[in-house]
């Protein structure tokens, strides 16, 4: 079995902020989630219920060698009283997380270095990188790992910084020891479930914390993974959101505390552009389709498509409460495409009202 010593360094030198390593073994979480996927509350997110939830009950159909989860926490920027923001009805919220580059690419970098650097020091071994997109139950793994609790907002949770974090995995074939999970610090706060406008944090006994997401509401799913309609009754909940939404994440005490922001190790995060941090309504509204490509290029924010995106912000546009953009959403309500229509002339229709 290797040694733990030196791997907080090599971490480190990847630009990771936390380490920690799991047994590349099933979890007995597995079981809580599957039935959660079955039970339709991941909602239009095929990806957690088809060919790939069975996947996901075991790290060893990723690697068949896998011996050891390396998990690493990698910080972003998270929401600041600087600057435009929330209390400016004419702009719009994009989740602190997309506001850089994709970080994706990022993380996998740093997982690729730790992983050449693995490969040095201990010997040749088998390994996969993975963040985000491979059929793994990260939070359940990242947990037994140490770096967190999940907590009632379904985030995982650093005592010391939060959950202003990515996650990333490094399977191999090396043996290292483990780390074990921390406490459930929630304790009977329920700040995140209060403040959820469409109440998407439902109660659940059997789940840990008692709660759990049901995913058709949530605001995250409806700007970003919902290809058709956002359902009417939903709409006004969503507020100026459009392309997820951190409303669970800031109100968690976690979170407000005072010099508990998770800094970078030796590589620093990608920096928010300017333009993503409460953007004007009008100007998106505006957009062609060149222009959000170039805009967002290379950004999270391309996954909710172009037509998702003016959905997004016609809902948006209605729930500002702003007469004067009417004017910018009139061409919205005639566009060629039929749900960026609808929506745009519900949005009419609610600032007219």
Request: glycine content about 8%; some cysteine; hydrophobic content about 40%.
């Amino acid at each position: 079995m290797m040694q733990r010593e030196p791997l907080t360094r090599w971490a480190t030198d990847a630009g990771f902020a936390r380490v920690g390593v799991a047994p590349a073994l099933p979890l007995e979480e597995y079981a809580a989630f599957f039935e959660w996927s079955q039970r339709g509350l991941a909602g239009p997110m095929g990806y957690l219920t088809d060919h790939r939830a069975g996947v996901r009950s075991d790290p060893r159909h990723l690697l068949a060698s896998a011996r050891s989860l390396i998990c690493v926490a990698y910080p972003y920027t998270g929401p600041s009283a600087d600057g435009p923001g929330w209390d400016d009805a004419g702009r719009a919220w994009i989740s602190c997380y997309a506001w850089g580059d994709d970080y994706h690419d990022i993380v996998k970098k740093g997982l690729e270095q730790l992983a050449a650097q693995i490969y040095s020091a201990w010997g040749e071994h088998d390994w996969r990188a993975c963040v985000d997109t491979a059929p793994l139950l990260e939070r359940g793994y990242a947990r037994w790992a140490g770096l967190g609790w999940i907590g009632r907002n379904q985030c995982l949770i650093d005592e010391r910084a939060g959950s202003w974090f990515f996650l990333g995995f490094l399977l191999t074939s090396h043996e290292i020891p483990p780390d074990s999970p921390p406490p459930d610090r929630c304790g009977t706060c329920r700040r995140c479930i209060d403040a959820c406008p469409t109440a998407a944090l439902v109660p659940n006994p059997a789940s840990p914390g008692g709660w759990e997401l049901d995913a058709r509401l949530c605001i995250s799913t409806l700007t970003i993974e919902t290809r058709g309609a956002i359902p009417e009754a939903l709409r006004p909940g969503v507020g100026r959101h459009i392309f997820g939404c951190d409303i669970c994440q800031e109100v968690c005490p976690w979170n407000r505390r005072l010099h508990r922001r998770m800094e970078p190790a030796s590589t620093p995060v990608s920096p928010p552009r300017e333009a993503f941090v409460a953007p004007p309504l009008e100007r998106l509204a505006a957009l062609t389709p060149q222009e959000f490509q170039a805009l967002f290029r290379g950004t999270p924010v391309t996954r909710a498509r172009y037509h998702g995106f003016l959905r997004n912000v016609a809902v948006a546009m209605g729930n500002s409460g702003v007469p004067t953009l009417r004017k910018a959403l009139e061409p919205l309500a005639r566009h060629e495409n039929a749900m960026v229509a609808e929506h745009a002339q519900w949005a009419l229709e609610r600032l007219a009202g």
